[in-house]
């Protein structure tokens, strides 16, 4: 679920993987939500999804054969900043940097900014840094 969270509404996103000539491609269900509706995540789920960012791009990375030096200057960014990223730094969506790094990887623009967001909205829940309700 993803919202406001000091709201009463939000949205739900369901991927949905399936086979399209012979390409293995993830479908977006959205659909409005009731806050009530949604289950509670688990701190271990929340940490889980913090990091996600981080874990898909060593993945790509690592995919694609490039070293972290290799990485960071075809996004040109400081080799040190890569391997924060990779470590947990999310960059955000409007410097500029996950586009950069998503055309690296050779990723989708899109799928790469909605990663990068999740992984930091979760990090900002976890470490107490968002409100989880409006006073």
């Known amino acids: 679920m993803v919202g406001n969270p000091g709201s009463q509404h939000g949205i739900a996103v369901s991927i949905d993987s399936r086979s399209v000539l012979g390409l293995e491609t993830a479908f977006w269900e959205v659909k409005p939500v009731s806050v009530s509706k949604c289950p509670t995540v688990s701190a271990a789920a929340r940490a889980d999804l ?4 981080a874990r898909c791009v060593r993945r790509l990375r690592e995919q694609l054969g490039l070293s972290v030096k290799r990485a960071a200057e075809l996004s040109g960014m400081e080799t040190s900043d890569w391997y924060a990223m990779e470590a ?38 976890l470490f107490n840094t968002l409100p989880l309700r409006a006073s």
């Open 50 to 53: 913090a990091m996600l960012f």
């Open 88 to 125: 947990g730094w999310v960059p955000s969506v409007e410097s500029g940097l996950v586009d950069a790094i998503a055309g690296t990887l050779e990723s989708g623009h899109i799928q790469t900014a909605f990663i990068a967001e999740v992984s930091r909205f979760n990090q900002e829940l």
